[in-house]
C-alpha cells in the first residue's frame, strides 16, 4: 500500500469513527514555494549548468480534503528541462510528467500528480515561529537541455490544479548562476553534509549531479540522517565514489528504545537496568521519564559488564560499520537531573564525591541536586565518557577505522572558566574535556549564527595555563548558519510569516546566509576546526549557498598545510587598525528580520573584524574576515618582525582571487624596513582576505602594484579581539543559573503536566 491509500483510509475510518467527513467541503489548497521562499528578495537561484531543484510545499487552508487529478503545470524556459518529480518520499514515474510546446522560447510541463489527501492545514505555532511540516512537498528536478538559454533572469509561471478544487497559482523568480567548478579543494578536512527529505524522489541523474556539486565544494562525508539516501545507492558505491557515510543519532536512537524492542532483538533486559525517575518509578518509555528528558535505562547500570542495553548498541553499531558508515556521531543531549535517582547511583555518586553513602540515600532527588548541583553533573559527565570509552573499546578490535564522536553544547560565558575544564561550561553532561579521551572527535554545537558562532568555536581551543590544549581530538564545527534543521521550509516560511505581524521578526533577514556560510567556514578553520558540519542539502539550500560554501572551501584548500591549531599565534603579536572613518550603513539595513536581529547582536558584542595569525616556519598567514556585509573596511596591519630573513613574497587572497604584492618600484621582493610602517588593505565587505608571507612566490597568484597608505595617528588603536581571557575561576552561582535551572525549570514542567493529566 503507497502512503497516500495508507492516508487515504486512516482518514475514512477516523471519518466514520468521528461521524462526518472532512473530505468534502473543500475550501482549497495554500502553497509556498522553495527555494525562494526562504529569501527575503523572494529570487530562486539555481544552476545554469546543474541540477536544481525546486519545491511546493502545499497547505489545506482549512481543513484536510481530496484532491482528485492533481495537475502541477510549470512554464519554463525551452533551455531547462524538467527530468524527474516526485511527492515528498514518493516518486513518480516517468510517462507522469509531459511537455507542449508554448512558442519557440517557453515549454508548459505537466506533473500529474494523481489523487491526493492535502492533510496539512497550515498554522503558525504561536510560541514559536514555525508552520507546521506538510506531508505534501512536490519536488521537481531541473536541468539545462542542451538549448540555449533566452536569458539568465525570468519567471517561471507554476499552477497546482485538480477537480473540485480552486486552483492554486503563482509565478517564481529565477535568476540562474554558474554551478562552482573544483579549483582547490582541501585535502584532509573533514566537511559532511546530510542529504535532504527528497531523497526517496531523486533519479540517478539528479542524484550523481548533486554527488558530483558536493565534490567540487570539498564535501566528502554524507550524513545518513532523516529520510536519507536514495535506495539505489548503495553505501560502498558512495565509499567508491570518495564520500564516507556518517551515521547521524544512533547512540541516542539505541538508547531510547523501549525494552521489549531490546528483547526482540535477543538482548532481554532486567528490571534493574531500568532507571529510576525524579518522581519514583521504572519509566517504561522515554516520554514517560519527564516528557522524554529522562530516558529508559539507569546510566550505572549499563557500565556493569554484562549490560544487556551496551551489548545491543554494540551489536547496532557493527551492523552500520558492516554497511558501510564508519563514522558515527549523536546529538545526545542526555540530561544531567533527569535521568536516574536508583540506589546503584546513588552509591556510585557518594564513591566519586568522596560523600557519606547512607547520608546520599536518605536525599529526595530535589535536594540532592539542589546540595551537589555541580558534582552531580559532573558524575554524569564521567559516566557519559565512560559509557562512550567502553563502546569504543568494544568496537575497535573489530572496527579498525571507526571514527566515533559526540555533539557538544557550551556556553559562552565570557569570564567562566571551570579549574581542569577550560573556558565555558557544558549545558549537557557532555563536557568535551571530560570525554577527550573516549571519542575520536568533538562536533561543536555553535548556534549564535555568524561572528558568535565564531567566538563559541573559541571555548573547543582553549589553553591551561601550562600552555597546552584541553582537547587534543579533532573538532568538526557545525557551521550551517543557525544549524540545518532551521533552514527546513517549515522554519523560514514560519518565520517570515509571523514576520509580517511581528515587529520582533519583521521578515527573516535570511539574504545574508551566503555571507555568512562562507565566512563561517573560512574563520572555523583559522580557528583551528579541523571540519565542518555544513547543509548543502538541495532541498533547504540554493545555487548561491552552494556557491558560498565552495568559497568557504577554496579559503581552506589554499592555506590547509597551515590551519592548524599548533600553528596558530597568539593574535596580539600583530596589530591591526580599522582605520574606516565612514560610519557603517548596516545597522539601518539589518535593522530588521530575526536572523539578522542575533546577527547584529553578535556584531555588536564581537566587532566586524575579526583576525588569525598562523607562522609554520618561514611562512606567515594572516587572516581577516570582514563580518561587516555593508562597508568595506580600510585596515593597516603593523607586522611581526620576521626573525632576519628579509626577502619575502606578499600573497594576497581576497575571496577566491589571488594577487602577488609589488612595491611602487616594481620590486617584488620586500623586506622588514619597507613594512615599517606597515600594510595598508581594504577588505571588501563581506569578504575574507588571507595574506601570505613566503620566502618563495606561490603559483597562481598575478602581480599587482601596492595599493594606497593610510597613516596611523597617535588616536588609532588596534583591534581588541575578544578572547577568552581571565582568571580560572569557576562560578557555581552562574552554572547554577544557566544549566541547573533550566533542566529544573523543564523538569517541574514536565512533573506539573502530568499531574494536570491524571
Ligand atoms: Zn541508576
Not at 542495553?309 to 540530561?335: A, K, P, T, W
Not at 582553549?462 to 550551517?480: E, H, L
Not at 519583521?506 to 567556514?521: A, T, V, Y
Not at 575579526?610 to 556585509?629: A, E, G, M, P, V
Request: some cysteine.
Amino acid at each position: 500500500m503507497n502512503n497516500s491509500l495508507k492516508t487515504l483510509s486512516l482518514i475514512s475510518i477516523l471519518s466514520i469513527l468521528l461521524g462526518n467527513s472532512p473530505l468534502l467541503n473543500a475550501n482549497g489548497l495554500l502553497v509556498k514555494t522553495y527555494p525562494d521562499g526562504a529569501r527575503d528578495d523572494e529570487t530562486a537561484y539555481l544552476f545554469k549548468n546543474s541540477t536544481s531543484l525546486v519545491s511546493f510545499i502545499v497547505y489545506a487552508k482549512e481543513k484536510p480534503f481530496e484532491l482528485k487529478k492533481g495537475e502541477l503545470t510549470l512554464t519554463i524556459p525551452s533551455g531547462l528541462k524538467i527530468v524527474n518529480f516526485g511527492v515528498y518520499r514518493d516518486k513518480y514515474p516517468e510517462d507522469m510528467i509531459n511537455c507542449n510546446l508554448l512558442n519557440s522560447e517557453e515549454n508548459i510541463w505537466t506533473l500529474s500528480l494523481g489523487d491526493r489527501i492535502v492533510e496539512t492545514v497550515y498554522q503558525i505555532y504561536g510560541k514559536y515561529p514555525l508552520v507546521p511540516w506538510s506531508t505534501f512537498v512536490i519536488y521537481a528536478y531541473l536541468r539545462p537541455s542542451g538549448k540555449a538559454l533566452p536569458a539568465t533572469k525570468f519567471d517561471m509561471a507554476w499552477r497546482l490544479s485538480g477537480n473540485g478544487i480552486k486552483p492554486f497559482e503563482g509565478k517564481m523568480k529565477i535568476s540562474l548562476v554558474s554551478a562552482p567548478e573544483g579549483e582547490k579543494m582541501p585535502k584532509d578536512f573533514f566537511a559532511w553534509s546530510a542529504y535532504g527529505n527528497d531523497g526517496n524522489v531523486a533519479d540517478r541523474e539528479s542524484f550523481d549531479d548533486f554527488l558530483k556539486l558536493a565534490k567540487n565544494c570539498g564535501i566528502n562525508g554524507i550524513i545518513n540522517s532523516g529520510p536519507g539516501l536514495p535506495s539505489y545507492y548503495s553505501l560502498s558505491e558512495l565509499n567508491k565514489k570518495g564520500f564516507s557515510v556518517i551515521k547521524y543519532n544512533l547512540l541516542k536512537h539505541c538508547l531510547i528504545r523501549p525494552p521489549d524492542i531490546l528483547a526482540e532483538a535477543g538482548f532481554p533486559i532486567k528490571d534493574n537496568d531500568r532507571a529510576i525517575s525524579f518522581t519514583g518509578h521504572n519509566p517504561s518509555s522515554r516520554k514517560d521519564n519527564l516528557g522524554g528528558e529522562g530516558g529508559i535505562y539507569c546510566p550505572s547500570k549499563f557500565l556493569l559488564p554484562d549490560s544487556p542495553v551496551m551489548e545491543y548498541m554494540v551489536q547496532e553499531y557493527l551492523r552500520f560499520y558492516n554497511e558501510g558508515c564508519h563514522i558515527f556521531f549523536s546529538d545526545y543531549e542526555d540530561r544531567s537531573y533527569a535521568r536516574c535517582y536508583c540506589q546503584l547511583c546513588r552509591k556510585k555518586f557518594s564513591e566519586e564525591a568522596g560523600l557519606d553513602y547512607t547520608f546520599i540515600m536518605k536525599l529526595k532527588p530535589e535536594e540532592l541536586i539542589e546540595k551537589y548541583t555541580r558534582q552531580w553533573h559532573l558524575f554524569r559527565t564521567r559516566q557519559n565518557a565512560s559509557m562512550l570509552k567502553t563502546l569504543r573499546d568494544k568496537l575497535k578490535p573489530v572496527c579498525k577505522d571507526i571514527f566515533l564522536g559526540i555533539n557538544e553544547a557550551r556556553c559562552d560565558y565570557k569570564d567562566i572558566s571551570i579549574p581542569g575544564s577550560g573556558r565555558g561550561f557544558s549545558y549537557f553532561p557532555e563536557d568535551p574535556v571530560i570525554l577527550d579521551a573516549s571519542v575520536d572527535f568533538h562536533d561543536a554545537d555553535i548556534l549564535a549564527s555568524g561572528v558568535g558562532s565564531m567566538q563559541q568555536l573559541e571555548l573547543w581551543f582553549t589553553k591551561n595555563q601550562r600552555g597546552q590544549f584541553y582537547i587534543n581530538k579533532p573538532v568538526i564545527a557545525r557551521v550551517s548558519s543557525f544549524v540545518s534543521v532551521n533552514w527546513g521550509y517549515w522554519c523560514v516560511l514560519g518565520r517570515m510569516e509571523k514576520g509580517k505581524f511581528s515587529r520582533e521578526y519583521s521578515g527573516m533577514g535570511c539574504d545574508w546566509r551566503p555571507l555568512n556560510q562562507k565566512l563561517e567556514i573560512a574563520n572555523a578553520a583559522a580557528i583551528g576546526a579541523k571540519g565542518i558540519e555544513v547543509d548543502f542539502t538541495p532541498s533547504s539550500t540554493d545555487a548561491l549557498v552552494i556557491n558560498a560554501i565552495h568559497s568557504g572551501m577554496d579559503y581552506i584548500g589554499e592555506f590547509e598545510e597551515m590551519l592548524d591549531k599548533k600553528y596558530r599565534q597568539n593574535w596580539e603579536t600583530i596589530k591591526v587598525y580599522d582605520l574606516t572613518s565612514e560610519k557603517s550603513p548596516r545597522k539601518e539595513i539589518m535593522e530588521k528580520g530575526f536572523m539578522s536581529r542575533r546577527f547584529l547582536a553578535n556584531i555588536n558584542k564581537y566587532g566586524t573584524l575579526q583576525y588569525t595569525y598562523h607562522r609554520k616556519d618561514d611562512k606567515h598567514l594572516i587572516s581577516i574576515f570582514n563580518w561587516d556585509y555593508y562597508q568595506t573596511k580600510q585596515v593597516k596591519i603593523l607586522l611581526p618582525e620576521f626573525s632576519g630573513k628579509d626577502n619575502f613574497y606578499i600573497h594576497l587572497y581576497n575571496d577566491g582571487q589571488r594577487h602577488l604584492l609589488i612595491q611602487e618600484n616594481g620590486k617584488k621582493e620586500w623586506n622588514a624596513v619597507e613594512l615599517a610602517d606597515g600594510l595598508f588593505l581594504e577588505i571588501y565587505r563581506g569578504s575574507l582576505t588571507a595574506i601570505l608571507f613566503a620566502e618563495k612566490i606561490f603559483p597562481g597568484y598575478k602581480e599587482m602594484k601596492s595599493e594606497k597608505k593610510l597613516n596611523i595617528t597617535p588616536l588609532d588603536t588596534p583591534l581588541k579581539l575578544y578572547s577568552w581571557r581571565g582568571e580560572e575561576n569557576y562560578s557555581g552561582e552562574l552554572f547554577k543559573e544557566v544549566v541547573y535551572k533550566t533542566m529544573l525549570e523543564n523538569m517541574k514542567k514536565h512533573i506539573l503536566e502530568k499531574r494536570n493529566n491524571e
